[in-house]
């Protein structure tokens, strides 16, 4: 099992920024990668950011291509997602998701472990 506890999120105005923060704890040696999704009221979990531990590769939704980055401190089990250039659109719920070893798709929501999720707010 793994745990994520997620920070960070908040109000914002459109156009600023925030960083979310997800800290992993447990058997975080069964996990291949670590992302953020987003859901927002009525409508699906969507991917948003991941990092893959093999070679640090990074994957972004074209929504949040050049506005959002993903970035991990190996020595805090912590991933960061630094948000630039808020739209309101950005605003929901955001998720920390960790992807189980064995899976090789990190923009889908399937065998992932979750966080609790932490609101974000883009007011316009």
């Known amino acids: 099992q793994v745990w994520l506890v997620e920070s960070g999120g908040g109000l914002v105005q459109a156009g600023g920024s925030l960083r979310l923060s997800c800290a992993a704890s447990g058997r975080t040696f069964s996990v291949a990668g670590m992302g953020w999704f987003r859901q927002a009221p009525g409508k699906e979990r969507e991917f948003v950011a991941a990092?893959?531990?093999?070679?640090?590769?990074?994957y972004y939704a074209d929504s949040v291509k050049g506005r959002f980055t993903i970035a991990r401190d190996n020595a805090k089990n912590t991933v960061y997602l630094q948000m630039n250039g808020l739209k309101p659109e950005d605003t929901a719920v955001y998720y920390c998701a960790a992807k189980k070893s064995g899976s090789d798709s990190f923009t889908s929501p399937s065998d992932n472990y979750w966080g609790q999720g932490t609101q974000v707010t883009v007011s316009s």
């Open positions: 990092l893959r531990w093999s070679g640090d590769n990074t």
